[in-house]
C-alpha cells in the first residue's frame, strides 16, 4: 500500500491560443489504503491529474510522492502503479490470459509459473476464470472491465488509478460493478484513486472525495462532509441531484431576529440564526441555499415561513416525486413522497426549518452558515474546505 501526496501540482498545455492551465497548484494527501474519488465537470482536471500520477502525462510544476518518493521523472513501468482506463485498453489479438499477463512479462522477472498462478488469482477473485481462452471481441462491456481491473491486480501494485472505468457500461451494470469494486477494495485493501463524473458511484464508494472545477481544488472530505457542509456555491450546486436551490436575498435584522428577503417572498430567521451568522460574516448580500429534499409542501401559508409558488412540471420517480415550482420567476426544486402530487398549474407553499438553510457569500461565493446550530460541529469538511476552497482566494 501506499501514501500518495501531491503538492503544488501544476499541469499547463501549450496551445495555439496561449497557455492552457489544466491543473492549477494542487496540494492533497492520500492516506494509506483510502479509496479517495475524484469528480468535477467535464475538463476539471481529473483525468490529466491521474495521468501525471501515472507518468503518461508530464508535470510542469510542483512534486508527486508516492511513499515519500518523489516519482515525477520515474518511468511508468517503474511506479508500482496500475492504472484502468476508461476504454479498458485491452490487445484485441490476444486472450484474456494473455492480455492479463502481458504487463508481468514485460516489466518483471517473474517464472512462467508464477505468472499462472497470479493470472489465475486474479481471474478467479474477478470472477472470470471461465473466459481465459477468449479474445476481447467476444466479451461483453462488463467483462472487458473485468479483465481491465484483473490486469491491474495481477501486478500487486502500491496504488490503483481509475479512469471512469464504468462509464462505458449501462445503469443496472454500473451499480453492480460498483459494488464489486466496494468489495475488492475490501479484500485488498490497496490505495485507490478513483476518476469519474458521476456523483452517485463518488459518494457509495469514496472514503473521501476531492471535488476539482477548472483545474483548482474546491473541497475535499467525506461524502457527507461535501453533501451536508459544501465549502461553496460550486460544490453546493454539483452535488445533489437535483441540486441545490439557490435564491439571491437580503438579511435583514431586528432586534428578535431577521428575514431573508427575496423579490418572491420573506423568510424570517430566529436570534440565534442571525447570531452564528454574525461570527462567521458581517454580508448582508446572501445566497440562500435548500436542497429539494429538505422542502415540503405546507397545509397553509404562514407568514414569514413559507415561500408560494406555482406548480410548472412533476416528474414521477419511483416512489418520489421531483415537483418543479415557478418563485417569482426562478425556479425551485421539491423532492416529495410520490403521494403529494399536486395539480400543474396549482399554487403550493412550501415550507423549510432555518436548521437546514445553507448561507452563501454573494461576492465570494464561500459558505457561511450550514443551519443554525450546525456551524459549531466539528466536520473532516471543515479543516480541510479552509485549505482545498479555491472560489475566491
Known amino acids: 500500500m501506499a501514501r500518495v501526496e501531491l503538492d503544488n501540482l501544476t499541469k499547463v498545455f501549450e496551445s495555439s491560443g ?45 512534486e508527486i510522492r508516492l511513499s515519500d518518493e518523489v516519482i515525477n521523472d520515474k518511468a511508468p513501468k517503474n511506479r508500482d502503479i496500475a492504472m484502468v482506463f476508461q476504454d479498458y485498453a485491452l490487445y484485441p489479438h490476444k486472450t484474456v490470459r494473455e492480455n492479463i499477463a502481458y504487463g508481468l512479462r514485460l516489466t518483471t522477472d517473474l517464472s512462467d509459473q508464477e505468472i499462472r498462478k497470479r493470472v489465475e488469482e486474479a481471474t478467479d477473485m474477478m470472477g472470470i476464470g471461465d473466459l481465459l481462452d477468449k479474445k476481447p471481441g467476444a466479451l461483453s462491456g462488463g467483462q472487458q472491465q473485468r479483465v ?22 449501462d445503469a443496472k451494470l454500473r451499480k453492480h460493478m460498483r459494488t464489486e469494486l466496494a468489495r475488492l477494495h475490501t479484500e485488498l485493501g490497496i490505495t485507490t484513486i478513483y476518476v469519474t463524473h458521476d456523483q452517485e458511484e463518488a459518494m457509495t464508494l469514496a472514503d473521501r472525495i476531492v471535488i476539482l472545477n477548472d483545474g483548482r481544488l474546491q473541497q475535499v472530505g467525506s461524502p457527507k462532509d461535501v453533501y451536508y457542509r459544501p465549502a461553496n456555491l460550486f460544490v453546493a450546486d454539483f ?85 418543479y415550482l415557478d418563485v417569482g420567476g426562478e425556479e425551485l426544486r421539491l423532492r416529495t413522497s410520490s403521494e403529494r402530487e399536486p395539480n400543474i398549474g396549482s399554487t403550493v407553499d412550501v415550507t423549510f426549518d432555518e436548521t437546514t438553510i445553507h448561507l452563501f457569500d454573494e461576492r465570494s461565493e464561500e459558505a457561511l452558515l450550514h443551519g443554525v446550530g450546525r456551524s459549531a460541529e466539528v466536520t473532516g469538511a471543515e479543516t480541510e474546505a479552509e485549505s482545498g476552497t479555491a472560489v475566491g482566494q
Do not use: Q, W
Open 18 to 62: 496561449g497557455p492552457l492551465v489544466a491543473v492549477e497548484e494542487l496540494d492533497l494527501e492520500i492516506e494509506d489504503g483510502e479509496f479517495v474519488v475524484v469528480v468535477g465537470p467535464s475538463g476539471c482536471g481529473k483525468s490529466t491529474t491521474l495521468r501525471m500520477l501515472a507518468g503518461l502525462e508530464s508535470v510542469t510544476d510542483g
Open 148 to 169: 481491465a481491473t484483473g490486469r491491474a491486480i495481477v501486478r500487486e501494485p502500491e496504488l490503483f488509478l481509475f479512469d471512469e472505468p464504468l462509464s462505458n457500461l
Open 239 to 323: 452535488i445533489g441531484s437535483p441540486s441545490m436551490n439557490f435564491f439571491d436575498v437580503a438579511l435583514e435584522t431586528d432586534g428578535e431576529g431577521g428575514r431573508l428577503v427575496h423579490d418572491g417572498f420573506t423568510y424570517d430567521i430566529s436570534a440565534r440564526f442571525v447570531e452564528e451568522l454574525r461570527e462567521e460574516s458581517d454580508a448582508t448580500d446572501l445566497v440562500l441555499g435548500i436542497r429539494p429534499e429538505d422542502l415540503g409542501i405546507a397545509e397553509a401559508a404562514e407568514e414569514g415561513k413559507t415561500i408560494p409558488g406555482t406548480v410548472e412540471v412533476v416528474e414521477v420517480v419511483g416512489s418520489d416525486n421531483f415537483i
